[in-house]
């Protein structure tokens, strides 16, 4: 039989629901795994230990009384660190954040906690969400399940490497500019970052306002489905929050492909594009359209304007949303200084790492006088008619497909020397974010190296359930993906 | 011959709204709560934590910005002020500076019956910062979050203003409107209205604009009047002396009578301002200003001719009972149910304001049931309790909100309004009296005094002296 701890979420739900599996053992499998793999993985920063078997309980009772009747309640999950939760620390992987433990729950964890999820701790992350293999983090290197030497991309590296690892069948991450769906692709699981305004951003310690939306990740789309069925819809305490109708967990995954018109766009397959990345997304495309998908070429304009607009909006909100990280309430404060500025100053300075120093600096120049019209108004203008290039695609397809990296996961140590090239990595991603999109990166194959990849449906604004029921299907076609193949003793 | 010169005067106003709740989240704006109870993870700037707009604020800003005669922007926004300071919790101030709710208006003023324009040039809608409290004890400083997030209103007017005259004839101008709209009570001590005086002086006859101060911490109409006359001379001398105005903020020090510099405007801070990617842009639709036009309550002028006219008060009269909306109110519903206006309008203007003169209050704090006046009006009207005695009610009704019939009862105030007793008593004083009553007609009319003096004792002082008076004549 299957190992407990790497059945799906939804499967562990139902045999939780009719009493053939106890919450206890389903929590006890997850925690076995932490054991045998954190000490080589590291995706954990802060484990749930204390109250933990008081929640076991709590829920149990709760199933048994029906309290908790949704698909996954009893089902153990991570939450990345950037999402607060009371009483767990939440760092954003950040000396800035060592100590600091919120006195609320975010939006997306209550609604968890409501549904009768049990929380297991959070995971490892960029700092402040700021990069794209988890290597910024100012506590520990996350490694790649597949091949320790290699990244779990980021920003949400630590929930993508704990879910394809079994630490846990699905976990929260957090998406700016790619950071679910790339270190997805990295680690051979499904992320999906919902529309902008889909799930509530209350609790989500910001990087980038108009761009964050929290989002699910878990090894198949149906768990991802469930749990962004459990996260999703509108939220009074914030005013981006959406509060367009849901669909229920059966219509967001079915419907097949027949019918369906996919795009993809020529300008995302190009130059950059690893050539084994390039041909398993063609060769996935060709097995859908074989299903009675519309498959058609499309060319994607203002693709050079995609990296920079994206920094530019990113840094410049980032810039001013960090400010509050000064010493005076919370977090870090600079044992050395001995007036005002220079507490400010220092505690800054010793706080944050460098990457996060580059992007504060980068977007503090972009709003600064005389160059808010020539950087920041310009990225805006650039997102605007990016965003006419996809409304025009959506008038012609359902779907969007594009790889979700352009290579498969770097080797640690290799990509924080040049950020420049980090950042150009970002280019298949970050549209989605400009233009508040939906979009899930699923695994379509491994390369040479035994690396995965991972294909990215994306969808038009509230089409979740497209994308949701391509990705299934697709998903279906390919068969059972292959488990991270590391030997972890 | 020295050469003449002109001031000009822009304002720049803050008003602290009236809502009961904080301008992005559910905590109190209450005044004087412990350090740090009214606040939140909104307002105290926890990582996380979200801002999401009261709409009553949005209302409050369009109610005065009809009344400022402003255009408004049907599309407006909120952009981040980004700047260290300890008592602004996220580091940035949530502003308007693109898109302001309120623009273009303007205020009509009158100084000694001159009616002048001033232009308003925005208005926008804002939080209000925390408090630091620098503890010398413990030589640290602490920082109070029960003001950060309260809501504001800054008013920007153009430098249309020549005097102190005119400056104090706008804000009072600018505070009876709010106090009408219910939108602020505009208090300059209590800090809920706040004005900074932009001041430049130039030659008279000359269009340019000289180099301008600001002057910040002006708490009373008298600082401002004080800090305006004594800017003008310093930049006058300055300029008589060929020397340059440094464009600076300088702080009013109510001690010393005078203002000081406190940092010029070159190292002035760039702001970084954008919009806030937080908030959605707030947009006024057609119902929602037309529902708010109709809601316009009357302001001061179009009242005060309505109470020349409807109730027969002089200009002064009504001039001073609608200088607060409040008191107006109180007046119109008093006159109307004791049918008696002027006395109404005397009885509140003459005991009102002197009692509340007294106290140090302002007419909003009157409250009593105007039922209970007007009661106590018609009494003395009917000449059930003299005028000494009423006014002792009076003080009792402003006090405790008595029922007047019920305590001039309980207190023997009653005065027995049956002529039968009266004439009676009146007889019997004239029958014990016969010499005076003689000295009377006689021609000496000094001794009147002394037979109603003998009435009011035989009524032991419950009669109305004018009908005692009444009743002696028409015998004697
Ligand atoms: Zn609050």
Known sequence: MEKLCYMSALELGQKIQVGELQVREAVDSCLRQIAAVESSLHAFLARNEEGLEERICEVETGIREGRYSGPLAGVPAAVKDNICTRGLPTTCASKML?????????????????????????TNMDEFAMGSTTETSYFQITVNPWN????PGGSSGGSCAAVAAGEVPVALGSDTGGSIRQPASYCGVCGLKPTYGRVSRYGLIAYA??????????????????????????????STSSGRPLETLKELISGGLKGMRIGVPKELFGEGTDEEVRKAILDAARSMKEQGAQMEEFSLGLTDYLIPAYYIIACAEASSNLERFDGVKYGYRSPEATELHEMYRKSRQEGFGAEVKRRILLGSFVLSSGYYDAYYLKALKAKALIKEEFDRAFEKYDCILAPAAPSTAPKLGTSLTSPLKMYLSDIDTVAVNLCG???????????????????????????????????????????GFTRAGLEWR | MAKQYETVIGLEVHVELATATKIFCGCSTKFGGRPNTHTCPVCT???????????????????????????????????????????????????????????????????????????????????????????????????????????LLEIVSEPDMRTAEEVIAYLEKLRMLCRYLGVSDCKLQEGSMRADVNLSVREAGSRG??????????????????????????QIELLADHRQVVQETRRWDDNKEASYGMRSKEDAKDYRYFPDPDLQPVVISDEWLKKLRGEQPEFQEERRERFQKAYGLSEYDAGILTQSRHLADLFETVADLSGFPKKTANWLMVEGLRILKEKGQEPEELSFTPKHLAELIQAVERGEINHANARL???????????PLHFMEEQGMRMVSDDGALAAAVEET???????????????????????????????????????NELLKKRL
């Open chain 2, 209 to 234: 604009l000289g180099t301008r101060t600001e002057m910040k911490n002006l708490n009373s109409f008298k600082a401002i009047t004080h800090a305006i006359e004594g800017e003008r001379e310093r």
């Open chain 2, 393 to 403: 009610v009076f003080e009792q009704i402003l006090d405790a909100d008595v029922e």
């Open chain 2, 45 to 151: 700037g926890m990582p996380g934590s979200l801002p999401v707009l009261n709409q009553k604020v949005v209302e409050y800003a369009l109610k005065l910005g009809l009344a400022l005669n402003c255009e408004i922007n049907r599309y407006c926004q909120f952009d981040r002020k980004n700047y260290f300071y300890p008592d602004n919790p996220q580091n940035y101030q949530i502003s308007q500076l693109y898109l302001p709710i309120c623009h273009d208006g303007y205020l009509e003023i009158d100084v000694s019956g001159e009616k002048k324009k001033i232009r308003i040039h925005e208005m926008h809608m804002e939080e209000d910062a925390g408090k630091l409290i620098h503890d010398e004890w413990e030589d640290c400083s602490l920082v109070d979050y029960n003001r950060s997030g309260v809501p």
């Open chain 1, 98 to 122: 060592e100590h600091f433990v919120p006195t609320f729950d975010a939006e997306a964890v209550r609604r968890m906690e409501a549904e009768g999820m049990i929380l297991l701790g959070k």
């Open chain 1, 209 to 238: 306002s108009s761009l964050d939306q929290i989002g699910p990740i878990g090894r198949t789309v149906a768990d991802c489905a469930a749990l962004f069925a459990v996260i999703s819809g509108r939220d009074e305490k914030d």
């Open chain 1, 148 to 151: 320790r030497e290699h990244v």
């Open chain 1, 437 to 479: 999109l939906p979009a899930v990166s699923v695994p379509c194959g491994l390369d040479s190296k035994g690396l995965p990849i991972g294909m990215q449906v994306i969808g038009n604004r509230f089409q979740e359930k497209k994308i949701l029921q391509a990705a299934a299907a697709y998903e279906a076609l390919r068969g």
């Open chain 2, 430 to 468: 004239l029958c014990e009296n016969p010499k005076v009553v003689e000295e009377y007609r006689s021609g000496k009319e000094k001794v009147f005094g002394f037979l109603v003096g003998q009435v009011m004792k035989k009524m032991m002082g419950k009669a109305d002296p004018g009908r005692v």
